[in-house]
């Protein structure tokens, strides 16, 4: 399968700054990359879809001011988790796929945010 | 909206025993189905997937899943767990059919030697 790579695995940060995290196609072009986030003992849920070249979708309840999705290329996508606080601690996993159905999107390794 | 139900939160099985891990999906065409798995602290990685034709799955490590449309399931099994098999499972849905994915609630599995 193909190869997403996202960096970093693990961040602590400090209340108050700011964190990116990047996330690679490293062997194809997606042209979709989606952010999940995922808090302890439950499961992924997505934050949004962003699309190369144009605005990210945000789901329901997700602040766009606060999560920073950039999509610029076809194969890279960074989260920025702006102004952080200890409630965004959190596990968050990009994908990365094309448009079309049938197919399936290829997940990151994920990234350990600790916000202290 | 479509859904994905894991009515098991918790499952322990001896090593060596057979696995049978549950999804159910509410959908109101032929969904496509995935199975992931997710060690502690890692991402996921695709088990195996169900797009269309045979519904019977095979996959990798040597689990299989079998849609059932008159169930609405698509049920993970396994003949023989080994004790690497302990991790977390999800099942998902993608509701438009593209990339993007509703997770059911996963399954954690325990396995005791």
């Known amino acids: 399968g193909a190869v997403v790579s996202q960096h970093p695995s693990r961040v602590i940060c400090k209340s108050g700054t700011s964190v990116k995290i990047e996330c690679r196609s490293l062997?194809?072009?997606?042209?979709?990359m989606f952010w999940y986030r995922q808090f302890p003992k439950q499961s992924l849920m997505l934050m949004a879809t962003?699309?190369?070249?144009?605005?990210?979708?945000?789901e329901q309840g997700v602040e766009k001011d606060k999560f920073l999705i950039n999509h610029a290329s076809l194969t890279l996508s960074t989260l920025t988790v702006t102004s952080a606080h200890p409630e965004d601690s959190s596990f968050y996993i990009c994908?990365?796929?094309?448009?079309?159905?049938?197919?399936?999107?290829?997940f990151g390794q994920g990234t350990r945010l600790t916000v202290v | 909206a479509q859904s994905v139900t894991q009515p098991d939160i918790h499952i322990t099985v001896s090593e060596g025993a057979s696995l049978e891990l549950r999804c159910n999906y509410s959908?109101?065409?032929?969904?496509?189905l995935f199975w992931y798995v997710q060690s502690p602290g890692q991402g996921l990685q695709l088990l195996l997937k169900y797009f269309s034709g045979d519904t019977l799955v095979q996959g990798i490590k040597g689990f299989e899943a079998e849609f059932k449309r008159s169930q609405s399931s698509f049920n993970l099994r396994k003949p023989s767990v080994h004790w690497s098999d302990a991790a977390e499972y999800f099942c998902a849905v993608p509701p438009g059919g593209g990339n993007k994915l509703v997770f059911g609630a996963g399954t954690i599995l325990r396995v005791k030697s």
């Open positions: 994908s990365a796929g094309w448009e079309g159905r049938g197919t399936e999107a290829f």
């Open positions: 962003s699309n190369e070249g144009s605005k990210a979708t945000y």
């Open positions: 959908y109101g065409a032929t969904p496509y």
């Open positions: 062997d194809f072009q997606a042209t979709t």
